[in-house]
């Protein structure tokens, strides 16, 4: 018997659903999802970080499936309930291969599925050769909060890198699955000197002026030549759609590198 009726508590998973062939079988979504289009239509039932169990079990889901350590109260409480509950802990690229993959063979699209990943793989594997060509990446500072300032993810240092860029908190990244270990001091990233900036705070409008106007930053190398780029709150989802991303982080690259 595979689920019939899902609730998707990560934004990014009723798309992978519409690319498996099986977003009809998705009854209820997170209230930040805003693609594919066709799942705009599905009732909303929760936010993200705060959630409430009633409205998501009056949808009647024989799965639920959740994707943040932030959501562990939440999915806790519907475990609760009887229903099953899939928490997925996404960190890497490549987790998000493993979850197309696992996904796939809950709704018996395997196949489906490990079509979509090959793909993607070989889209990563053509980005890492030019990566593994480029002999000086450019330092790159990704921002994913302002107070305390919290730098990339996992799967976020993964793109900057294939895209030729060098996360200067790439080992922050790596072993930092939660955002408090992800935390970096003003300081730090004065002394890292990032010739690009990305930010995109998670939830709330970027303020580039306020990143500008920080005392000292001034003299960061990305500050000083006009290289700060908002990017798209999809760059914190970990979900497909991260690999249409490469293109642009790839152009803001190659324009922030010296002598372009």
């Not at 294939?162 to 200067?168: P, S």
Request: aromatic content about 6%; hydrophobic content about 45%.
């Amino acid at each position: 018997m595979y689920p019939e009726r899902i609730v998707c508590l990560g934004a990014e998973l009723p798309d992978i659903f519409h690319r498996l062939g099986c977003l009809d079988r998705v009854v209820g979504i997170s209230a930040y999802t805003d693609w594919p289009p066709e799942a705009l239509a599905i009732k909303k039932v929760s936010g993200f970080r705060h959630g409430r169990a009633r409205p998501i079990l009056a949808m009647e889901p024989d799965l639920i499936i959740l994707t943040s350590t932030v959501q562990q109260t939440l999915a806790e409480e519907l475990a609760g309930h009887g229903v099953p509950v899939l928490h997925l802990y996404p960190h890497r690229l490549t987790d998000m291969f493993q979850t197309v993959r696992l996904l796939g063979h809950v709704v018996d699209r395997a196949a489906t599925a490990e079509a979509l990943v090959s793909d993607w793989m070989r889209i990563a594997e053509r980005w890492q050769a030019r990566r593994d060509a480029n002999t000086d990446p450019l330092p790159v500072y990704f921002e994913e909060w302002m107070d305390p300032l919290i730098a990339g993810t996992g799967w976020v240092s993964d793109l900057i890198e294939l895209a030729g860029g060098r996360d200067v908190f790439r080992a922050l990244a790596l072993d930092g699955r939660t955002a408090r270990n992800r935390t970096v001091t003003p300081e730090q990233v004065l002394a890292a000197r990032p010739q690009l900036i990305f930010a995109s705070w998670c939830g709330k409008p970027f303020d580039r002026a306020a990143l500008e106007s920080r005392p000292g930053w001034s003299a960061v190398p990305a500050v000083a030549h006009g290289a700060v780029v908002e990017l798209p709150p999809t760059i914190l989802q970990c979900g497909p759609r991260l690999m249409d991303v490469l293109d642009d982080l790839h152009a803001h690259i190659r324009q922030a590198a010296p002598g372009s």
